[in-house]
């Protein structure tokens, strides 16, 4: 299993945009250049004032992992998740 530490983001970091909506669409905020580990927690609000608690989000970026071996990605959500990786479905 990666750790945070174990994994790190190209130049340029990961960057998320967040919709005002659940369906990846609608009223977008954009942040760029993320670093360090991906560990958020709204409780019942949102990532930001703009955005109501119904959201989405859509991270994109190239992470370089230091060793070739297994990685596991762990999300707790309160509605649904995709991972792609590479371009193919690796979660629904």
Known sequence: ???????????????????????????TI???????PLRYDWGGGSPAA????????RFTGRLVADWSETYTFTLHVDDGTRIWIDGALVHD
Do not use: R
């Open 1 to 27: 299993m990666a750790t945070a530490a174990s994994v790190a983001a190209e130049p340029g970091g990961l960057h998320v945009t967040y919709f005002g909506s659940t369906t990846l669409s609608g009223q």
């Open 50 to 57: 703009d955005i109501g608690v119904d959201f989405s989000a």
């Open 30 to 36: 954009v942040v760029p250049h993320l670093a360090g």
